[in-house]
C-alpha cells in the first residue's frame, strides 16, 4: 500500500522565479519556464545538494554547518498572497519582493500542507514539501523599495501564510500553467505536538 495518496486538490503554477546567485537581495526574476534538477533551480541562490545550516535549525547544529539542503525552494499560494496584500494594504504583493521559486493556485491553506507531501508535474517533476516558511524581514526590505510604508507590516501580515520550503525529489521542465498533483502522507497527525 502507497504510503504517499492523492487526493483531489490541483495547483496550477501561475509564477516562477529565480534569485540570481550574486543577488544582493531575495528579489526574484521571473522565468516561464525552468529544470527542476536533484539540486534545485540552477540559477537560484538556494540551488545546491548541501547548503550551509541556517536559523530554521539552529537547535540541531551550529549555523553554517553543511547539512543536506530541504530548503532548495521557495513555494507560495496565490490565494494567500492576495490575503497577506490585504492585510499590508496593497492591491497585490508582486512574487519577485518575495523571494520566490513557484506562486501556485488552487490549494486551500497551502502553507499548513503536511510536511513529506508531494507536487507533481505531468514532466514528472516532484517536489517535496520540506516545512512551514516562516515569515522574516527580508521580503519586507524588497516590499519597502517599491511600496515605503508597506514593507515592515510583511512579518505580521504574512504569519501562517509565507507557504513553504522544499526540494526536488525528480527532476523536470516546470512551466507557467502547468498542472501540479498533491500527495500527502497517509498517516494521522501527530498527537504529542
Request: aromatic share 6%; with cysteine.
Amino acid at each position: 500500500m502507497p504510503t504517499l495518496k492523492k487526493i483531489d486538490f490541483v495547483a496550477t503554477i501561475t509564477w516562477l522565479g529565480v534569485v540570481p546567485k550574486l543577488a544582493k537581495g531575495i528579489r526574484a526574476e521571473p522565468r516561464d519556464e525552468v529544470f527542476a534538477s536533484y539540486a534545485g533551480f540552477e540559477e537560484d541562490v538556494h540551488a545546491g545538494l548541501t547548503r550551509p545550516s541556517c536559523v530554521r535549525v539552529k537547535n540541531l547544529y551550529p549555523e553554517g554547518t553543511e547539512i543536506a539542503n530541504v530548503r532548495q525552494l521557495s513555494i507560495l499560494s496565490a490565494e494567500e498572497m492576495a490575503q497577506t496584500a490585504a492585510d499590508m494594504g496593497l492591491e497585490t504583493l508582486a512574487p519577485e519582493h518575495l523571494g520566490v521559486s513557484i506562486v501556485l493556485e488552487g490549494i486551500p491553506d497551502f502553507t499548513h500542507v503536511p510536511p513529506s507531501a508531494r507536487l507533481q508535474a505531468a514532466s514528472g517533476a516532484t517536489i517535496t514539501i520540506d516545512m512551514e516558511n516562516r515569515p522574516c524581514v527580508l521580503p519586507g526590505r524588497e516590499i519597502e523599495q517599491d511600496s515605503p510604508g508597506h514593507g515592515p507590516k510583511f512579518k505580521t501580515a504574512a504569519k501562517g501564510r509565507r507557504g513553504v520550503t522544499g526540494w526536488v525529489e525528480r527532476e523536470g521542465a516546470l512551466k507557467l500553467g502547468d498542472r501540479l498533483c498533491l500527495f500527502i502522507p497517509d498517516q494521522p497527525a501527530w498527537k504529542h505536538g
